[in-house]
């Protein structure tokens, strides 16, 4: 009998045949496309991966890939994709979120997704906006801008997704861009070999309601010296001659041209994304123009228990060391009543 040899997939076979129904020029076609291309490369089957979303633009994103996918509630998907990976810990499971999604209506469940270290993959657009609702500001839009829900521009300070997400003690943070593919698949697939929540916080362009608002990092002329792309392992250097690195003064960082002032590139910080102190990973999360570049790439990744492996390792315990070997035993045990 002849043998069927199973093909590699490639990145059509995780392309719906459903219409993609986001604004012409929207981030989020990157972010699809890149995600498409980092699945086949994580090597496991279709019917192996989950993607859950909550509500908005980003949400739409389960019905686009050819996997199992579940389009929950506003701001809900962490408790759903805790249930779908403890259900069957062999899935690859990927929360699709916006920074309204995750952080306004869905704070909590974000902040608690993270400090239980579910094994799952975050993907955070951040556009700064509510998109699906027509361009009310977000907890990520920045002080005082002008939006239909702000027309005299917002009083409220913002949050930063990363400072938060290391506060409840998230063990894999890492920034991307949606206009950078190669990057972006690089880092789906070091978040799909960590084991633990990985969050990834993209920033996405809404060309409706937020055109441009990265543009002081992502533009073509600004952006050698904006973006600090960071690697374990590697000094922290960037700029258009690649001579700017960070070094520690005192308590902060500080932006130093090597071959200035006697500044070597022995003087440069060495990026260690697994030190488990997250002191200096918050500190180049919280790095902002025009002072300092944006820090991208995996900023933090450290291992520790995760939450799916801690109730696994009690299932585990309670069935060797239980007397009952069934919930028929349990149920039938001690004292039993019938009602007529
Ligand atoms: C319980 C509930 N409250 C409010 C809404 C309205 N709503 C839908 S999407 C959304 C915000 C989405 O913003 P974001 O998560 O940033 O996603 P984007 O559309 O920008 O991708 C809101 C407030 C809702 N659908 N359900
Ligand atoms: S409103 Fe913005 S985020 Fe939503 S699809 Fe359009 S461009 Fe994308």
Redo the contacts with the bound molecule.
């Keep these: 009998m002849e043998h069927l040899v199973e093909e590699p997939l490639v990145a059509k076979d995780f392309v719906t045949n459903q219409d993609v129904r986001w604004c012409p020029g929207c981030g989020?076609y990157a972010i699809l496309s890149a995600v498409q291309k980092a699945l086949p490369q994580i090597g496991k089957k279709k019917e192996d991966i989950a993607f859950i979303s909550?509500?908005?633009?980003?949400?739409r994103f389960p019905y686009y890939i050819e996997s199992y996918g579940f389009h929950t509630?506003?701001g809900r998907a962490p408790a759903i994709a805790t249930g779908v990976k403890l259900s069957n810990p062999n899935l690859s499971v990927w929360q699709i979120?916006?920074?309204?999604?995750?952080l306004?209506?869905g704070g909590n469940h974000y902040i608690h997704a993270l400090r239980r270290n579910i094994d799952m993959n975050i993907l955070l657009?951040n556009?700064e906006?509510?998109?699906?609702?027509k361009g009310?500001f977000?907890p990520t839009s920045q002080t005082g801008i002008v939006t239909k829900s702000s027309p005299q521009g917002t009083t409220d300070r913002s949050f930063n997704p990363g400072k938060l997400a290391l506060g409840a003690g998230a063990n894999f943070f890492a920034r991307v861009i949606d206009i950078d593919p190669k990057r972006m698949i690089d880092v789906f697939i070091e978040a799909e070999k960590h084991r633990g929540t990985s969050l990834i916080e993209i920033l996405q362009n809404?060309v409706i309601f937020n055109d441009k608002v990265f543009d002081n990092v992502t533009n073509k002329a600004v952006k050698l010296d904006t973006q600090l792309w960071l690697k374990h392992g590697e000094p922290m250097i960037w700029g258009a001659e690649n001579n700017k690195g960070l070094r520690l003064n005192g308590l902060q960082l500080e932006v130093v041209t090597i071959g200035e002032n006697g500044i070597t590139e022995a003087d440069i910080l060495v990026h260690d994304a697994h030190c488990e102190d997250d002191t200096l990973h918050n500190m180049l999360i919280n790095m902002a123009t025009p002072n300092y570049p944006v820090a991208f790439g995996v900023i933090r990744s450290v291992t520790s228990l995760t939450f799916d492996q801690g109730v696994y390792n009690q299932l585990e315990n309670e069935k060797a060391n239980s007397r009952f070997k069934s919930v028929n035993e349990l149920l039938n045990s001690g004292v039993t009543w019938e009602i007529n």
């Design positions: 989020d909550g509500i908005g633009c980003s949400s509630i506003h979120t916006g920074d309204g999604d995750a306004a209506i657009f556009n906006i509510y998109g699906l609702t009310q977000s809404c």
